[in-house]
């Protein structure tokens, strides 16, 4: 599985940006991918994550930090889930990374087998 997340961008306080993610090869076996995000001299940390299934509505979960604020998505079609952020904050500037793998919906990143190549989110104030 590859995933590839799409460029980032610079954004002023409040404005929004939408990134997205495109899995290829064996995306048979994904049925959750996430977004976690890494601030300059922190640690990675959960962004939110989706699960899906042809049985069940859409599962998904967010960090306090961003609900509200970001809406995490999918498009089968497109083999693509995007991450939607509104109101963006300063304290949002961080490289997001895209995930997949995970056998259950879950904000432990130990959990997703793959991972994208990060993209630069920069929000000023």
């Known amino acids: 599985v590859q995933l590839v997340e799409s460029r980032g961008g610079s954004v002023q306080a409040g404005g929004s940006l939408r990134l997205s993610c495109v899995a290829s090869?064996?995306?048979?076996?994904?049925?959750?991918m996430g977004w976690f995000r890494q601030a300059p001299g922190k640690e990675r940390e959960f962004v939110a994550a989706?699960?899906?299934?042809?049985?069940?509505?859409?599962?998904?979960d967010y960090a306090e930090s961003v609900k509200g604020r970001f809406t995490i998505s999918r498009d089968n079609a497109k083999n693509t889930v995007y991450l939607q952020m509104n109101s963006l904050k300063p304290e949002d500037t961080a490289v997001y990374y895209c995930?997949?793998?995970?056998?259950?919906?879950?904000?432990?990143?130990?959990?997703?087998?793959?991972w994208g190549q990060g993209t630069q989110v920069t929000v000023s104030s």
């Open positions: 989706l699960k899906w299934s042809t049985l069940y509505a859409d599962s998904t």
């Open positions: 090869g064996a995306i048979f076996r994904l049925n959750v």
């Open positions: 995930a997949a793998g995970s056998p259950i919906l879950t904000s432990s990143q130990r959990l997703y087998d793959y």
